[in-house]
C-alpha cells in the first residue's frame, strides 16, 4: 500500500486509543470449521449482534447444516430475519454448503485442522462463494492463524478517517494491518476495529459536500435573482404611476380650458 510508513502510525495511534476506549468482545468458542464459515457469512453484512441473534435462529430452526443446504433462499431468509440486507447472504449459505459438500462428498471442513496453515487457507479460498472477510474469519478463529477480517463497514471506516491510503484495495487493507498488526494482537484489533465501524457516523464524503455548496450557492444566486426582478418590477410600477399623475390634468386645469 502506498505511504505505508505514514499509515502505520496513524494506526498505531488507533489501535493504542481503541484499547483505552472499549474492550474487546471475547475470542468465540467455535471448534466446527464449517458453523465458523456459516457465522462469518452471516455476519458480515450486519453487525455482530445482530449476526448472533440470527444464528441462534438458524441453529434452532434447521435440523443441521444438511437441511440449511437444501433450503431455499426464501425461507432463510425468513430465519435471518433482515430481508433487506440478508438476502444476499440467504443465497450464499447454500452455495458454500453444495461447494462443501461437492469438494469432500461430505458437510464438514474438519480436516483442515489437520493442514498446515498456509495450505489450510488456500483451501478455504478456493471453496465456491467463499469471500475475503469469510475466509480471514474463519482463518483466524476456527484455524488460528493470523488475519484481520475486514467487511465493507469496516473498510469504509478505514477510509473515511483517513487511515489508510484512498486507492487502497480490500485486499491491500487487510495485508498492510497484518504487518502491523501481530498475530497476538489480531483478535483484539479486529474486535475493536469492527465496535468502532459500527457505532461511527457515517461522514459526509467531499463529492456530497461539495454538491451540497453548490446547490446553496445555486439557490442564492436564484434567490437574488428573484428579488432584483421583484425590486425591478416594483420600482417600475412606482415609475409608471408617477408619469401617469404628471401626465392627468386636474379637475381645475380641465375647468379652465373649457371655459
Not at 495511534?13 to 468482545?25: I, R, T
Not at 443465497?91 to 469438494?103: D, G
Not at 478455504?124 to 484455524?143: D, H, K, P, W
Request: one cysteine or more; proline letters at 3%.
Amino acid at each position: 500500500m502506498k505511504d505505508s510508513k505514514k499509515y502505520a502510525k496513524k494506526v498505531d495511534k488507533l489501535f493504542k486509543a481503541m484499547k483505552k476506549e472499549n474492550e474487546a468482545a471475547a475470542i468465540p468458542q467455535r471448534e466446527d470449521v464449517l458453523e465458523t464459515v456459516i457465522y462469518a457469512v452471516v455476519s458480515e453484512n450486519t453487525t455482530v449482534s445482530a449476526a448472533d441473534s440470527a444464528m441462534r435462529r438458524i441453529k434452532k430452526h434447521f435440523v443441521d447444516f444438511n437441511d440449511l443446504r437444501v433450503s431455499r433462499p426464501e425461507e432463510i431468509e425468513d430465519v435471518l430475519g433482515d430481508p433487506k440486507r440478508m438476502h444476499e447472504t440467504a443465497v450464499t449459505l447454500p452455495k458454500i454448503l453444495n461447494a462443501v459438500l461437492e469438494r469432500d462428498d461430505k458437510i464438514s471442513l474438519e480436516e483442515l485442522k489437520e493442514l498446515g496453515k498456509r495450505q489450510a487457507k488456500k483451501e478455504l479460498e478456493e471453496i465456491r462463494g467463499m469471500t475475503q472477510f469469510v475466509c480471514s474469519y474463519c482463518f483466524l478463529t476456527a484455524l488460528q492463524g493470523h488475519a484481520i477480517p475486514l467487511n465493507g463497514k469496516m473498510i469504509a471506516y478505514l477510509h473515511n478517517e483517513g487511515l489508510v491510503h484512498p486507492s487502497a484495495k480490500p485486499h491491500d487493507v487487510e495485508g498492510f494491518l497484518e504487518r502491523q498488526i501481530h498475530a497476538s494482537d489480531a483478535w483484539t484489533f479486529y474486535s475493536l476495529l469492527r465496535q468502532q465501524s459500527e457505532s461511527a457516523k457515517p461522514k459526509k464524503t467531499a463529492k456530497k459536500a461539495k454538491k451540497k455548496t453548490v446547490k446553496k450557492t445555486a439557490k442564492k444566486a436564484a434567490a437574488k435573482k428573484v428579488t432584483k426582478k421583484t425590486t425591478a418590477k416594483t420600482a417600475a410600477k412606482t415609475t409608471a404611476k408617477k408619469l401617469t399623475a404628471k401626465k392627468k390634468p386636474t379637475a381645475k386645469k380641465k375647468a379652465a380650458k373649457k371655459k
